[in-house]
């Protein structure tokens, strides 16, 4: 069985983690979205890094939820398997089925990693998981500020990224591609799902509302990913 799966903040949020828009804490009154830009960081860096170790901080404390075990337990089932998702958290990585996990080839986060650093200029970059210090990190290789790993709004993808998901995508027809958690609102994650199913694959999309993509979809289940994804994975892998 070849498996796509694409995944958004609606699963993140089970685990407690926030929507991007629906930030709270010291952030009620600001506008999340504006804190996102390169323009922000260039502005005014010292604001734009205390909103993103608040951001570590509490997916540090979140548990991956049935969701995302379900979907580790169809990674080892599949024969060829993708993750693609727009989370820069790490509940996917941290997921666990009967001890394995996803492996760093079988997931694309296209929207970057929340705990990497990287280089406003150069291409230096480390991880950050245990802890952050303060103020605005001085990049190691040429002295420039780092900045989160993420995608901000204005920015382009990482073509890597979107290589391995295109690769993905173009080398054969996938046999589900199963979408839970995401608005669908950027096109290119419609595209890739309608693409990798072809004319024959199934779309499957778990989401409590309507999105983007549910005219596209064979099948259509609103309910929230904890609760659905473990009984389509394992209709899956018991039909597949």
Known sequence: MRVLVITGAGISAESGIPTFRGAGGL?????AAALATPEAFQNDPETVWTWYRERRAGV????PNAAHNAIVKLASHAREFLL???NVDDLHSRARWNGSSVTPDQLVQIHGDLFV?????????????NGDGTG??????CGAPMRPGVVWFGEGL?????????RFVGDARADAVLVAGT???????????RRAAG???RIIEINPDETQLSRFATTVIREPAAIAVPRIVDDLIANG
Not at 27 to 31: E, G, I, K, P
Not at 183 to 193: G, Q, R, S
């Open 158 to 166: 990482d073509p890597h990224s979107v290589a391995r998901a295109e």
């Open 60 to 63: 540090r404390t979140a548990v």
């Open 27 to 31: 952030w009620r009154t600001f506008n």
């Open 84 to 86: 693609l998702t727009q």
């Open 183 to 193: 608005t669908a609102a950027f096109p290119y994650i419609i595209d890739w799902a």
């Open 117 to 129: 650093t990287r280089c406003s200029r150069c291409t230096c970059s480390r991880r950050d998981e």
């Open 136 to 141: 605005v990190p001085a990049c190691p290789c």
């Open 199 to 201: 004319s024959s694959g």
